[in-house]
Nanobody, 125 residues
Framework: HVQLVESGGGSVQAGGSLILSCAASGYTDNDRCMAWFRQAKGGEREAVAAIYIPNGSTGYAGSVQGRFKLSQDYTQSTVYLQMRSLKLEDTGMYFC???????????????????WGQGTQVTVS
């Protein structure tokens, strides 16, 4: 079965940086959209960024544009979210998600993703 495993969360001071990883396994091909969502305590899950694995095209939420960057290790089926200039409002549980589809205009919707990781906590203070 397919599985997503996130890692790399932690505590960091405002202005600092972190790199999150999402390792995918169980897939028979790489034709999928992978995205990061985050959820602050008591808040709703919101989209952060997405990458279409076959060509590496990316999309970002306005709140992280210019500060976060997605990359991938195609051979390792791992996606990385490089976060810099972190702000207090970046605090939350970060989830990796995947769907066997393009990253079209629906990538911001949690309901459009079938597979989710367990999440990794990011705390900015």
């Amino acid at each position: 079965h397919v599985q997503l495993v996130e890692s790399g969360g932690g505590s960091v001071q405002a202005g600092g940086s972190l790199i999150l990883s999402c390792a995918a396994s169980g897939y028979t091909d790489n034709d999928r959209c992978m995205a990061w969502f985050r959820q602050a305590k008591g808040g709703e899950r919101e989209a952060v960024a997405a990458i279409y694995i076959p060509n590496g095209s990316t999309g970002y939420a306005g709140s992280v544009q210019g500060r976060f960057k997605l990359s991938q290790d195609y051979t390792q089926s791992t996606v990385y979210l490089q976060m810099r200039s972190l702000k207090l409002e970046d605090t939350g549980m970060y989830f990796c998600a995947a769907r066997p589809d393009l990253c079209d205009g629906t990538w911001g919707r949690t309901s459009s993703f079938q597979t989710w990781g367990q999440g990794t906590q990011v705390t900015v203070s």
